[in-house]
């Protein structure tokens, strides 16, 4: 079993910034595609951001140029750097460690509120 554990939601005027951690229980970063994604009430969970083994990288339209995901293997650790944040980026944020079929994990999620 993997934990995963976030940090670094909280609140933020629009335009500014927040780095958000997810720190697996063991190192599973190696094989595994690490992913953040989030949900705002009333949405279905939505992705954000994805980094694989290979450090390849995926985003949302909604947060590219904006958004910057990075691993670091040697510290069991993903981030998310959000900049210019919008209101519309309000929810919680959600750390997914996927590698089919062997296993899907989520975190318990972290929220993020950016006021006008």
């Known amino acids: 079993q993997v934990q995963l554990v976030e940090s670094g939601g909280g609140l933020v005027q629009a335009g500014g910034s927040l780095r958000l951690s997810c720190a697996a229980s063991?190192?599973?970063?190696?094989?595994?595609?690490m992913g953040w994604y989030r949900q705002a009430p009333g949405n279905q969970r939505e992705l954000v951001a994805t980094?694989?083994?290979?450090?390849?990288?995926n985003y949302a339209d909604s947060v590219k140029g904006r958004f910057t995901i990075s691993r670091d293997n040697a510290k069991n650790t993903v981030y998310l750097q959000m900049n210019s944040l919008k209101p519309e980026d309000t929810a919680v944020y959600y750390c997914n460690a996927r590698l089919l079929p062997i296993g899907n994990y989520w975190g318990q999620g972290t929220q993020v509120t950016v006021s006008s």
């Open positions: 980094v694989d083994s290979g450090s390849s990288t």
């Open positions: 063991r190192n599973i970063f190696r094989v595994y595609t």
